[in-house]
C-alpha cells in the first residue's frame, strides 16, 4: 500500500477526537472580560465548535460580533426568540429575523425558540398563546430558510410535538438541555431532533435524565453546556463558590455520558460529534 493510501486510511479509522458545544450562550456579559482566554482553554480541553444560540432580537448583533470575533474554538449563531422573553418579542423582530436568513449564511439554525409552561409569569394564558404564535411563526422562517432548529421546551412537550405534527416541520434540530419523558424522547429522535445533554446528567437528581441517557441509542444525543447556566457536578466542586459554567467544561459531560453508557469516551466524543455535525448540516472544521 502506498504512503498516501496507508494516510487516508489512517485518517477515516481514527477520526479526530473533538466536542461540540450544541448550546451555549457565549455572546453575554459573563464572558466579556476573558472570553478570548476562556474560549482557548475550550479549544485545548477539545472542543471545536460552539453554537450560540439566540434569545432576545436586541442581542443579536452582539451574537453576531462574538462569532466574527473567534475563530478557534468555531463559533456559530442560531439566532431565535426564546419563549422565556415573550414579552419583549414584537412582529417587527420576526422580520429581522428573516432578514438575517437572508443576508447571513453563517447562521446555522434558529433558535433557540419553543415553548416554556414552567415559568409561572408566561403561562397565563395571553401570554401562552403569544410563544405559540411566536414558536410556529420561527418554525415557519426555519422551514423557508432550511434551517434545523434549537427548542427550548418545558412542560410543554405535548404542544410542541402537536405544532411540529401540525406544521410537518421536517428540518429536524435539537431539543436542548431535554426534560421530557421516554416516548417524547423517541418521538423527536424519530421526526430528527437529537437531545441536547448537558450539566443535569451529572446531578444526582437526575434520575429521570438518566434513565432516559442510558435507553436512547447514543446516536439520538448531543452534548451542550449552556453556559454559563448549568454548572457540571464535578466543577462545582473543584471551584467552591463557582458561579458560572463554561464550555471548557464540556468534556465532563462526555465523561459522565460514557460511564452512564458504560461507553469508552472516544465513541461518545466521536458519535456525539458526528451526530452534531449532521443534524446542524456542518462540514467538519
Ligand atoms: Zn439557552
Redesign the pocket.
Known sequence: MCRLARASLIRMSQPPLALIDT?C?FDVDDFDADRVEVAARAWAAGVDTIII?G?VAVQWSRLFEVCAAISRPRLLPAPGLHPCYIRQHEQAHLERLEQLLQNRPEIVAVG?IGLDYYVDEIKVPELKEKQLDFFRAQLALAMRYKKPVIL?VRKAHQDVIRVLHEMRFSEGGIV?AYSGGIEEARHYAKRGFRLGIGGPLTYDQSRRLRAIVTAMPLEALVLET?APDMIPLPHRIAGPGRTRNSPEFLPSIAAAMAELKNLPLAEVMAVTHAQSLAVLRLPPL
Open positions: 448550546h450562550h444560540p434569545y433557540e427550548h436542548h449552556d
